[in-house]
């Protein structure tokens, strides 16, 4: 692997060297051009490089000497520093052999990272994705708010349906009514975003479709909830809690547990409430059966 700069020891005559150490004896130079390649075989170089390694290559000197690097101190000048870009570990097959030098080599970074353009193109990445959702959320609550439902649901269609829709704010004011609650007159994305998840669960892919089985469903759904709410154990939760707020689309959650105990043909689902969710299916049938009852024969 070729090799740039100037690698000097001066030991010459005994004269202190240039930069500054004590005397020596003995003398070495090694000045290797950008075109010399290391050559385990060729342990000083030519004769051109300079009279001590010349005379170093003829063995016109017969007494010993020894090549040491100086330190790489930042005061000192002519250091013994081969300097190199090096973008990967040098080739052993290439790499120098001599005994006489060791240069000391500064690893640099071939290009600098260059962290403003980085920060920059990630500002740029998020401001467009902002702009999106942004777009999106407008485009969804103005297609809601002008009834156009066919939409598929997410956190913005839904967020804006549970706003809007008349027919499920009419079932969430019987659930708080009939179990002595208030019901919240805002909405709470984090638990709108829950319900997206439980709505596909149970084969709810569009707002258009969820507007039709709230509109069918209604009269059961208000029902199921009452008599699941008004369990002895869950109004001891309540009590416990100390909270008497029903969150806008709670009755989307209880559409959830009654569309389960309606669909045995999805065990896993069931199994999904029993062990994840803590509810009981048997109970959640029972209180389905008797809102059931309750439909068909009004009192």
Request: with cysteine; aromatic share 6%.
């Amino acid at each position: 692997m070729p090799f740039g700069g100037l690698v000097l020891v001066d030991l010459d005559g005994g004269r202190p060297n240039r930069l500054g150490g004590k005397p020596r004896s003995g003398a070495a130079a090694i000045a290797p051009s950008s075109s010399w390649a290391a050559d385990p075989r060729d342990r000083h170089g030519p004769a051109k490089w300079g009279r001590a390694a010349g005379a170093c290559a003829a063995g016109r000197r017969s007494r010993a000497r020894r090549a040491e690097p100086v330190p790489a101190a930042p005061r000192l000048r002519g250091a013994l520093i081969l300097k190199r870009q090096i973008r990967q570990f040098p080739d052993p097959r290439t790499a120098l052999t001599s005994s006489a030098v060791s240069p000391r080599i500064v690893w640099r970074a071939s290009e600098p990272c260059n962290l403003a353009s980085i920060l920059e193109f990630v500002d740029n990445e998020f401001t467009k994705l902002r702009d999106q959702l942004s777009a999106h959320k407008r485009e969804v609550e103005d297609a809601v708010n002008n009834n156009e439902l066919a939409v598929e649901i997410d956190q913005d269609s839904l967020a804006s349906y549970v706003l809007n829709s008349k027919t499920l704010l009419r079932i969430e004011s019987r659930i708080a009514k009939a179990t002595k609650q208030r019901l919240r007159s805002r909405v709470l994305l984090y638990y709108i975003s829950d319900r997206v998840d439980e709505l596909r669960m149970i084969d709810l892919h569009q707002i258009i479709d969820l507007d039709a089985t709230l509109a069918a469903e209604g009269e059961l759904l208000w029902r199921f909830a009452r008599n699941w709410m008004l369990r002895a154990d869950f109004q001891q939760y309540l009590a416990e809690e100390g909270d008497d707020l029903v969150a806008r689309g709670i009755g989307l959650f209880y559409l959830f547990l009654l569309r389960i105990t309606q669909m045995p043909d999805k065990p896993a689902l069931a199994q999904l409430l029993e062990s994840k969710m803590n509810f009981n299916l048997n109970e959640l049938r029972d209180a389905r059966i008797a809102a059931e009852s309750e439909v068909t024969s009004p009192s």
